[in-house]
Structures are given as structure tokens and as C-alpha cells.
């Protein structure tokens, strides 16, 4: 199998890569998810090292390297010595002393996945980082797009809810923009971030219905509660009322449209469950699927 190198060995975010790079991950991926997997990574050890919470993108990096036939250890900052006042570079080093080749890593501070780099020399992969960057989740979704749809150039993609917190926006923007889709952000006056929409060259409506027209996708996001002064939410009931997804306003979208979400979801806030569930419309669980396979790609991508 054809692999693609990446800059440095690292993904902090998708500024490093390429359009082809990319389209490369789609390649790979979809090659993987139809059978052409070996142990490629057989000696290999991957260390997770997440500093916050996650059920998809920890477990399926676990997922991904035993399937290429890696070894993974865990690190929980909870019951290690960090407990005990030990530093992060000195946990890093510890770490990296023990023979690790990869670290995936998700941390609330701006800058961390670089920094484990720096202090450890090893490969890193961004498994989420504060609001800033979730790379992995960006071509996940790229793929899952891509599968649908065979292109993701002029597709109208609309992205929905609390797009100031989220690190999954950022990283789509890039790797969408990149791609050639026409992007749509659809918020609250208060979780929209317009520089962002400015830099990205993104149509900014507020108003759902109008945002939905003529999508092909729909992207919805998890209202991030714990991240934010609650003050500065709308209400949820004011949220529901305006921007919850439902299959009434999906009528809205185009008729093949679909929907995504990257998890976890708030359910009946801003999606529906019928919605979230209807197993022909809602990626939902097609994305956490598809998860798998693209970490197997860029941890193959980087080690083998
Ligand atoms: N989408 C996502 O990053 O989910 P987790 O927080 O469960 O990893």
C-alpha cells in the first residue's frame, strides 16, 4: 500500500497538510475499510495521553493501532504523579524514556500537542486540543462526507450551533475550505465568531431555515456547556426553539442532505432524537465507524 509521509511526522492540525495529502487520507481509508489491513505496525507502542474526557477518539486510536498490530498504553493524568506535582515535561519525558514511538494527545491548553513534541522528540498525533483544533475529527468527517457524496468541492456544507467553542469547526474549516466546499455557519449572534467566518470566506446566517436551503450537508454541533461562562449561552430553550435539527427544518435542505454531528450529543437540544437516529439521514454513528479507519491511515501514515 502506497503510504503518504507527513510534514515532520506530526498532525497538530490541518494547516499541515495539503488538499492531495488529503485526498490521500480518503484514498487510504477507504482501501482500509474494505479490507487491505495488515499488522504494518507490529513493535510499535502508541501512548494516549489525554488530559481531558473522550469515549470516540480515545477508544478508536486504541482500535486502530491493535488492528495494525501495535502495542497502546494509556496515560491518565487522574491516580499518575502528576498527583504528586510532577511536571508535564518531566511526564512527557518519563513516558518517551519507556520507549514510546507515538504519543495522541488531547489537552485544554493551546500549544500542548507541539509541546510533547518538543519535550519528547516522538511523533504526535492531535487528538483535540481546548477549543482550538481536533484535526482527526476534520478528516473523519471529510471521509465521511467524501463517501457520500464522491466529492466534497461545491458542496454546501452548513455547519449549525455553538461554533465559538468548538474545536471541530476549526479544524473542518480548514480541511472543507480546502476542499472547495461552500461553507455555511448558522448561530446565535453570541456563538458566532465572525473573524472566523471572515477568514474561512464562509456565508454567516443566522437564521436556520435560510442557512439550511439548498445544503447538501448539515453539520450540527454539541452546545459545550462545561467551556463557557453560562451566562453567555442563550437559554436552552431559546436554543431549541431556533436551531435544534429536526426532520421538520431538515425538509429545509436539500433532499439527499445529510446529517452529522461529531458526538457526544445533547440530545433534544440540538438535534432531535428521531433525527439523530434516522439510520438513512444521520452519519452519526457512520462517522464514529469511520473514525477508526482514518486514525488506522495517519497512524500507519506516520510509523510503518
Ligand atoms: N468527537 C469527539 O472528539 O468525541 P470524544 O470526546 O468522545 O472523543
Same mark, same amino acid.
Given at each position: 500500500m502506497e503510504l503518504i509521509k507527513i510534514n515532520n511526522h506530526n498532525l497538530f492540525d490541518l494547516d499541515d497538510y495539503s488538499k492531495d495529502d488529503i485526498m490521500q487520507v480518503v484514498s487510504i481509508t477507504e482501501r482500509l475499510k474494505h479490507g487491505d489491513i495488515k499488522h504494518t505496525l507490529r513493535n510499535k507502542t502508541i501512548c494516549t495521553l489525554f488530559y481531558e474526557n473522550s469515549t470516540r477518539?480515545?477508544?478508536?486510536?486504541e482500535l486502530a493501532a491493535k488492528r495494525l498490530g501495535a502495542d497502546v498504553i494509556h496515560f491518565n493524568e487522574?491516580?499518575?504523579?502528576?498527583?504528586?506535582?510532577?511536571? +508535564?515535561?518531566? *511526564?512527557i519525558q518519563t513516558l518517551s524514556a519507556m520507549g514510546v514511538d507515538l504519543f495522541v494527545v488531547r489537552h485544554k491548553q493551546f500549544g500542548a500537542p507541539e509541546l510533547v513534541h518538543e519535550y519528547s522528540g516522538i511523533p504526535v498525533i492531535n487528538a483535540g486540543c481546548g477549543?482550538?483544533?481536533?484535526?482527526?475529527?476534520?478528516?473523519l468527517d471529510i471521509y465521511t462526507i467524501y463517501e457520500n457524496f464522491g466529492r466534497i468541492e461545491d458542496l454546501n456544507i452548513t455547519i449549525v450551533g455553538d461554533i465559538l467553542n468548538s474545536r471541530v469547526v476549526?479544524?473542518?474549516?480548514?480541511?472543507?475550505s480546502k476542499m472547495g466546499a461552500n461553507i455555511t455557519l448558522c448561530a446565535p449572534d453570541i456563538l458566532m465568531p465572525k473573524e472566523l467566518g471572515t477568514q474561512f470566506n464562509?456565508?454567516?446566517?443566522?437564521?436556520l431555515k435560510c442557512a439550511l436551503s439548498k445544503a447538501d450537508v448539515v453539520m450540527t454541533l454539541r452546545m459545550q456547556f462545561e467551556r463557557n461562562d453560562i451566562q453567555n +449561552?442563550?437559554? *436552552?430553550?431559546?436554543?431549541?426553539?431556533?436551531?435544534?435539527?429536526?426532520t421538520d427544518n431538515m425538509k429545509f435542505a436539500r433532499k439527499h442532505a445529510i446529517v452529522m454531528h461529531p458526538g457526544p450529543?445533547?440530545?433534544d437540544i440540538e438535534i432531535t432524537s428521531e433525527l439523530a437516529d434516522d439510520f438513512i439521514q444521520s452519519m452519526i454513528l457512520r462517522q464514529v465507524t469511520n473514525g477508526v479507519y482514518v486514525r488506522m491511515t495517519l497512524l500507519q501514515s506516520i510509523l510503518a
Open positions: 477518539t480515545k477508544i478508536s486510536f487522574q491516580g499518575s504523579s502528576v498527583e504528586k506535582g510532577e511536571s +508535564f515535561k518531566d *511526564t477549543s482550538w483544533s481536533h484535526p482527526t475529527q476534520a478528516l476549526r479544524s473542518n474549516l480548514i480541511g472543507l464562509c456565508r454567516m446566517e443566522p437564521e +449561552f442563550p437559554s *436552552t430553550d431559546d436554543y431549541v426553539r431556533d436551531y435544534r435539527l429536526s450529543i445533547n440530545r
